[in-house]
């Protein structure tokens, strides 16, 4: 499995991916809302673009469909409930379903809702030396994860983040929709002061053009990504100053949604 990371140069600052069959070079083109730089990129690699996938329904990843589908011909994959906002779209999925690309291509679609109600990822396990990728969409932002504002609910993010993506093993690469590091670190560590990882990072990063953000792993979100770290003593003692009516242990949930209502306004 090869993937290339396309930088959209948008103020949206989305990520498009392909993900490519190393021994067909046929390619799966995720949310290419810039078009030109997808099928650029895919003829610089010798790759054919044989498949688009929308993480979900916003227009800042589906924008690019007519023209990609004008330019390939290529079917046009995305969420079953999500089919009918999008248009377009030939196949629909839902969670569990397989996308295979070429020969040697299997990815697996896991129903993620909570950005909006009907989103995917699409997950590639582990495979001999390869670790395991995340194409996350909206779901799931280097340390940070999307909002809630256009179609989502926070509960069901949470439930996302608790019961999916926190299962998913650490060594997982993360390929989200759109470049957000820098920002979202420096709410971490509006939260978290003394978080080391969080401060390495952002050092590390801050003088980085977009296209060279490094690709994070699970591992690491856990590390600097506070929607993963709702147990840290930290991060509550800080929410805390604004919800009063909290003990010292609020439950994980209280903290998830507190922080995503934070992040709206921050
Ligand atoms: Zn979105
Ligand atoms: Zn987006």
């Given amino acids: 499995m090869l993937i290339e990371r396309v930088w959209a140069a948008n103020r949206g600052r989305n990520f498009h991916y392909l993900i490519a069959c190393s021994e067909t070079g046929e390619a799966l083109a995720v949310d290419p809302l810039n078009a030109d730089a997808c099928l650029q990129r895919a003829q610089q690699l010798g790759w054919r673009i044989r498949q688009i996938f ?9 924008g690019g469909n007519a023209a990609m589908v004008a330019a390939t011909g290529a079917p046009v994959l995305a969420h079953a409930a999500a089919a009918e906002r999008i248009g377009g779209v030939t196949h629909g999925l839902k969670h569990d379903d397989l996308v295979r690309i070429g ?5 697996r679609c896991l129903d993620t ?41 926070p509960l069901l993010l949470y439930d996302t983040f608790a019961g999916c993506l926190s299962q998913l093993p650490l060594a997982t690469r993360v390929f989200p929709g759109h470049e957000y590091l820098l920002r979202n670190l420096d709410f971490t560590l509006d939260r978290e002061p003394s978080n080391a990882a969080a401060r390495n990072m952002l050092k590390r990063c801050t ?28 991060l509550i003692a800080e929410l805390r100053r604004v919800r009063s009516d909290w003990g010292v242990a609020p439950a994980p949930r209280e903290v998830f949604l507190a922080l995503r209502e934070l992040r709206n306004r921050w």
């Fill in 54 to 62: 929308n993480t979900h329904e916003h227009a800042d990843h589906t």
């Fill in 103 to 107: 020969r040697s291509v299997t990815l």
């Fill in 113 to 153: 809702p909570g950005h909006t109600r009907a989103h995917l990822c699409l997950y590639a396990p582990a495979r001999s030396e390869r670790p395991p990728a995340l194409f996350s969409g909206d779901t799931l932002f280097n340390a940070g994860a999307g909002n809630c504002l256009h179609g989502g609910d």
């Fill in 207 to 234: 003088d980085l053009a977009a296209e060279a953000m490094p690709v994070t792993t699970l591992a690491d979100e856990r590390q600097f990504n506070v929607f993963f770290r709702l147990d840290s003593p930290e």
